[in-house]
């Protein structure tokens, strides 16, 4: 299966418009923003699990990376409300679910196979800090390697956001909205931006909080096996 698997193209997709396809655990069902494989895949998902929904225990081979979008997400690490980021590395292993249900928007086989650093932050309790040289913008730190930078963006109401981005962007919008290359993007929009390209947003009049991952577009593979 291939969905938006072409890295040299700019894609923007709003979630809430796709259709939830099962997967094959009850009750829990996805919306596929991107994917190069079918069970096992190279994926970047918005997940919904049902109340008292389980997925059975299992190990990430390829490292999982995921934001709380809605309700509280639970495995055996603890409780996750809303504006958790979690990232389990390769040959991490969890019985993921939801006792009240929860959305997630989450990626998978999209690791440094060596990589052995797991993140939990709660986005709620860390501080933001303005951006050096970037009017109406602060930034909350939440992963750097060689290979990627992962932060969330403040951007005040109608606020300029220009990036460079020479290794390819993505966003996901967690609250508010921006415009950017004639779309308005809104709660759960997600956006990529290929190698090369800038983004040039204007934030909306409530301003937006923005996941941003940089620097991993050159990386992507889809998973052997």
């Known amino acids: 299966m291939k969905i938006n698997a072409d890295f040299d193209k700019r894609v923007m997709v709003h979630s809430d418009e796709l259709d939830w396809i099962t997967s094959p655990t009850a009750g829990v069902d996805r919306r596929m923003l991107d994917r190069i494989g079918d069970e096992v895949a190279r994926a970047t998902t918005i997940v919904r699990y049902a109340k008292d929904s389980k997925f059975p225990a299992h190990v990430h081979t390829g ?5 709380v979008l809605d309700g509280v997400f639970q495995d055996e690490h603890g409780d996750f409300p809303v504006g958790s980021y979690i990232r389990n590395p390769p040959t991490t292993r969890h019985a993921p679910g939801s ?5 997630i928007f989450v990626k998978l086989w999209q690791y440094d196979m060596d990589d052995r650093t797991q993140i939990m932050i709660d986005m709620n309790k860390n501080t933001s800090v303005d951006a050096a040289g970037r009017d109406g913008v602060s ?29 390819g962007g993505e966003f996901l919008v967690l609250d508010g909205g921006f415009s950017e290359g ?4 809104r709660r759960h929009s997600w956006l990529r931006l290929p190698i090369g390209s800038k983004l040039s947003a204007v934030a909306g009049s409530d301003g937006a909080k923005v996941w941003i991952k940089t620097g991993h577009l050159p990386h992507a593979r889809a998973p052997k096996g």
Do not use: Y
């Open 139 to 167: 930034v909350m730190p939440l992963f750097s390697d060689a290979d990627e930078t992962v932060t969330m963006e403040t951007w005040d109401a109608r606020a300029s956001v220009d990036i460079d981005l020479p290794q």
């Open 99 to 103: 006792d009240d249900g929860c959305t």
């Open 182 to 185: 004639g779309d308005d993007l």
């Open 63 to 67: 490292g999982e990376e995921f934001i």
